[in-house]
């Protein structure tokens, strides 16, 4: 069983709907949280950073971490074109620790 | 946010020759660097942990002689791939975090894609 597992994909939504990306993880020590979004030949960029449980919320992105269930969303409000990319979750132990990876959610959103 | 520049963004290199890749923080000292490698459609998978001023840290599975990390300075790490193979074709990805942010935040390069023909 992989630490953190994420659909893959592909998610084709429409422009203006709510796009719901998760990941599930299997380690009860993964403590901060974090998406990152990656163009196409392009290195990741972190979207979104949350510390334990609880919400997050930037703009249109919402970050959310349930820990009793092991299982991290990415919500995205108001999708544009510009938001398809694939979206990858990530996990550490502790600061400075080693990033888990999901495996990337393909997003396409569709004018 | 930090700037992490890695050079080349696209390498095609014949099989048995060697690559350098170079990965750059531009704004900020970075004392840990990190390389990942990515195949089509998958996650990051980390290579292995880049040390300024001492010996990298590779992950289960690496081959620490084809895969040569040099972090020489505060702000440059290297990845040597040598005697490549078409099996080494990625695309390779640095990252670093600014020791002076208190998260775990980790800014990443461009990436660089390898072809070896």
């Known amino acids: 069983q992989k630490e953190v597992e994420q659909d893959p994909g592909p998610l084709s939504v429409p422009e203006g709907a709510i796009v719901s990306l998760n990941c599930t993880y299997s380690n009860s020590a993964f403590q901060y949280f974090m998406w990152y979004r990656q163009y196409s030949r392009k290195g990741p960029e972190l979207l979104m950073y949350t510390y334990s449980s609880g919400n997050k919320e930037d703009g249109r992105f919402t970050a959310q971490v349930d820990k009793s269930s092991k299982y991290i969303s990415l919500f995205i409000r108001d999708s544009q074109p510009s938001d398809s990319a694939t979206y990858l979750c990530a996990m550490t132990v502790n600061q400075g620790g080693k990033l888990i990876f999901g495996q990337g959610t393909e997003l396409s959103v569709k004018p | 946010g930090a700037v992490v520049s890695q050079h080349p963004s696209r390498v095609i290199c014949k099989s048995g020759t060697s690559v350098k890749i170079e990965c750059r923080s531009l704004d900020f000292q970075a004392t840990t660097m990190f390389w990942y490698r990515q195949f089509p459609k998958q996650s990051l998978m980390l290579m292995a942990t880049?040390?300024?001023?001492?010996?990298?840290?590779?992950e289960q599975g690496v081959e620490k002689d084809k895969f040569l990390i040099n972090h020489a300075s505060l702000t440059l790490s290297t990845l040597t791939v040598t005697s490549a193979h078409p099996e080494d074709s990625s695309f390779y990805i640095c990252?670093?975090?600014?020791?002076?942010?208190?998260?775990?935040?980790?800014?990443f390069g461009q990436g660089t894609r390898l072809t070896v023909v």
């Open positions: 880049s040390n300024e001023g001492s010996k990298a840290t590779y």
């Open positions: 990252s670093a975090r600014d020791p002076t942010f208190a998260s775990t935040e980790a800014f």
